[in-house]
């Protein structure tokens, strides 16, 4: 499986980004897609998940009621919404791509990872 994510930016606080991630390869294997972002200096974190079905997404508490997460299966893409965004926001992204079963927070649970966007907020 191979992921491209794309869609980062320069915004001001307070603004919006799509970012997208388009999946290739062997999708039917993948069970649940993931966004993680990494500032400088600090560790990868979980930012949002969604399982293959589309029914079930899980945010971090960071991002809840601004970020939303979604999936187009018919065209292999998964969507990262960021509204009111924040200084703090500036990060990476990656999207992320899970086989199992396990903890969708955890990056370790995750076997594909596309190769980052940028995004920056300024203040």
């Known amino acids: 499986v191979q992921l491209q994510a794309s869609g980062g930016g320069l915004v001001q606080a307070g603004g919006s980004l799509r970012l997208s991630c388009a999946a290739s390869?062997?999708?039917?294997?993948?069970?649940?897609m993931g966004w993680f972002r990494q500032a400088p200096g600090k560790e990868r974190e979980f930012v949002a998940a969604i399982r293959s079905s589309g029914a079930s997404t899980n945010y971090a508490d960071s991002v809840k009621g601004r970020f939303t997460i979604s999936r187009d299966n018919a065209k292999s893409m998964v969507y990262l919404q960021m509204n009111s965004l924040k200084p703090e926001d500036t990060a990476v992204y990656y999207c992320a791509a899970s086989r199992g079963y396990g903890l969708l927070f955890a990056p370790s649970n995750y076997d594909y990872w596309g190769q980052g966007t940028q995004v920056t907020v300024s203040s």
């Open positions: 390869g062997r999708t039917f294997s993948i069970n649940f």
